[in-house]
């Protein structure tokens, strides 16, 4: 999984494809996605996604910093800051780049090295929908008061590409060197995240045994 693209040709190839892999081990399907223009400018072989924190406490979700990852030329088909990709950071309440490029060993960009598109001061496509969708969805998903979720923007709006319940902290803090924690910390301090997480364990193990078992 996340391992292969298929390009399709016709239905019969289509078919036996499928065929084939559902014999070997289980598989997930996702459609090609289609980055907005704005974002596909800055490096046209990687899908770049924004890396956005949020926090969710009584009911209530904050955004608690966001950051534009993109990748670097044609053979880097990744956006990640791990594998090469730089960063910047977002202003959370415009959705506009608000920092120079960066890249895990602390060399600046003013533009991106392989297209030379300005990085500080592009604004986000549909950024009042991201912060909306995340916010929606992080409520829909309570067993974690933190999630960091990489989005994709496309042409008509916004996909979730995937919400990671351990999200780092590195790119959070190297974009502008500002700590990211003074909102979690307390909670860390007061055990709320570990609460959290034995609240969701003990739900599932008496909905298990209610469902799975008939007990």
Known sequence: IGLEVVKYTNDQDAKNYFAGITAERPFICEEFIKQH?????????????????????????????????TGMGDDNITDNLSLGGIGAQIDVATGI???????????????????????????????????????????????????????????????????????????MQVMDGIPKGQKILPLIKKDRLKDKRKEYLD?????????????
Not at 205 to 213: E, N, Q, R
């Open 97 to 171: 780049v608000c920092t120079f490029g960066k890249d895990f060993h602390f060399h600046t960009f003013t533009h991106h090295p392989y297209s030379g598109v300005p990085i500080l001061g592009l604004q986000i496509p549909h950024w009042d929908q991201v912060v909306d969708t995340i916010k929606k969805a992080h409520k829909r998903l309570p067993q974690c008061m933190i999630y960091g979720w990489d989005i994709a923007i496309t042409e008509t709006g916004v996909d979730i590409v995937e919400a990671n319940s351990r999200p780092g902290t590195r790119i």
């Open 37 to 69: 223009p704005a974002l596909s400018q800055l490096n046209p072989a990687s899908v770049n996604t924004l890396r956005i924190v949020s926090l969710l406490q009584d009911d209530e979700v904050e955004i608690v910093a966001a950051i534009l990852k």
């Open 203 to 215: 739900k599932f193990t008496k909905d298990y045994y209610t469902i799975a078992l008939g007990k």
